[in-house]
């Protein structure tokens, strides 16, 4: 069991994914594009939210902290800056 | 000796500085966890976000462009971004979906951060373009 988190908008939101695999970085983008158009988050449905949408985000992957054993997958912006791409 | 560095400060109202945090590079400021959840519990306080390019350019890069994009994205609103250099300052404000307009800071415009940026990046500040002998 994981847990996705989505910041979207100003509003950071959860996702219980059933599926307990190794998601790709792309995965987890095309699962958060399809949940947020479907109305899956509360306060965060887009049905016409771009394919692309999350294209300059990274993907955050760790242990809960909550000692559940579970996983949270944090779907957030890229953050680097400079004036060469690090 | 002072070694040039990238620095970031997160801007509130009043261009008071949140917080800041620098690399140990010249030429980049790597992607970085703690950085976004600092921007996330600042989020209501932050009105611009700037950062040094020690040895140029006075531009926005490839790279400040798309983390611009993605941060304007996640936050909901827009964001004045700001690239402090050693000849000067360019700022804009990135909006969703539209691209930016940035304009150059006159030199006696600029924020007192700016000074405070360059010297955390061990920048000399405002160099001339041109020595005496030259022109």
């Given amino acids: 069991m994981a847990v996705l988190n989505i910041t979207y908008n100003g509003l950071s939101a959860d996702y219980p994914l059933d599926v307990d695999m190794n998601l790709t970085d792309r995965d987890v ?17 887009i049905a016409n939210l771009p394919e692309r949408a999350f294209d300059d ?9 909550d000692g559940s054993g579970g996983r949270r997958i944090y779907l957030r912006p890229k953050v680097p800056f400079g004036a060469w791409s690090s | 000796m002072v070694k040039l560095r990238e620095v970031l400060l997160l801007i509130g109202e009043d261009d008071v500085v949140l917080w800041s945090d620098a690399s140990d590079s010249p030429v980049a400021l790597p992607d ?8 996330w519990s600042r989020r209501a306080q932050i009105v611009e976000i700037a950062h040094s390019h020690p040895v ?10 798309t983390t611009m994009a993605a941060l304007v994205t996640a936050l909901g609103r827009p964001i004045t971004f700001s690239v402090v250099a050693p000849r000067g300052m360019v700022r804009c404000t990135k909006k ?9 800071v ?14 955390a990046s061990a920048m000399t500040a405002n160099i001339p373009e041109k020595t005496p002998q030259e022109e």
């Fill in chain 1, 29 to 45: 983008r095309r699962i958060a594009v399809e949940v947020v158009r479907s109305g899956g988050l509360r306060g965060l449905s």
């Fill in chain 2, 106 to 119: 006159e030199s006696e415009r600029e924020p007192w951060w700016a000074s405070l940026l360059r010297l």
């Fill in chain 1, 57 to 65: 985000y990274v993907v955050d992957r760790f242990d809960a902290r």
């Fill in chain 2, 96 to 104: 969703l979906d539209e691209d930016p307009v940035v304009i150059l």
């Fill in chain 2, 56 to 65: 140029g350019p006075q531009a926005f890069s490839h790279e400040d462009e």
């Fill in chain 2, 32 to 39: 970085s966890r703690a950085r976004w959840e600092e921007i």
